[in-house]
């Protein structure tokens, strides 16, 4: 059984809050920048924040994801979870930041103790001057568990392969608009 909560009030797990929006990102972590083109105009960019904001799009990875509510605040708690019964794992999140404003949309979250990565991922609808819509991840993370670290190179490139599955799943949502 998935939880909510790892347990009342555990904190986050990595001393970087809200690290995503500065740069350079804070060392001693892998890295993960992706930005893509989503679609075009003011449409498609409030459909693209609501799915952002609902968790629609990680739902949409046929991930597990339960929150506390959606829209997403600063606070909310969100579990994300793979797998089936005993080989289920679960990753415990708290969102440190939102963005709802007339051209950018989105949030980040951190990882709070039982997550397999410490670290902090933001995930950012923008509306360009130009009319293009464009989604963006950044992400900064290591190893928190023994099979992450066994992973070691693998992890990145499936934190890479899961941004470019939010992308492709966020243009399919904000095209239906």
């Not at 893509?36 to 459909?47: H, K, L, N, Y």
């Not at 190893?143 to 992308?167: D, E, I, M, S």
Request: one cysteine or more.
């Amino acid at each position: 059984m998935t939880r909510l909560l790892s347990s009342p009030r555990e904190g986050l797990s990595y001393p970087d809050r809200g690290a995503t929006a500065r740069r350079p990102l804070p060392g001693g972590y892998h890295h993960l920048r992706h930005r893509a083109p989503i679609g075009r105009g003011r449409a498609v960019f409030e459909a693209a924040g609501t799915a952002l904001t609902t968790l629609a799009v990680h739902r949409g990875t046929g991930f597990a994801v339960h929150a506390e509510h959606t829209p997403v605040r600063t606070g909310t708690r969100v579990t994300v979870g793979l797998g089936f019964g005993p080989l289920r794992v679960t990753a415990p999140c708290e969102v440190v930041a939102t963005t709802y404003a007339p051209d950018r949309a989105g949030f980040a979250y951190g990882t709070l103790t039982g997550h397999p990565e410490s670290g902090e991922e933001s995930f950012l609808v923008e509306l360009a001057a130009d009319g293009t819509v464009w989604f963006e991840v950044t992400a900064f993370s290591r190893p928190a568990v023994w099979y992450t670290r066994l992973a070691g190179p693998v992890v990145p490139f499936l934190q890479l392969r899961y941004a470019r599955w939010c992308t492709r799943i966020l243009r399919r949502l904000a095209a239906r608009g």
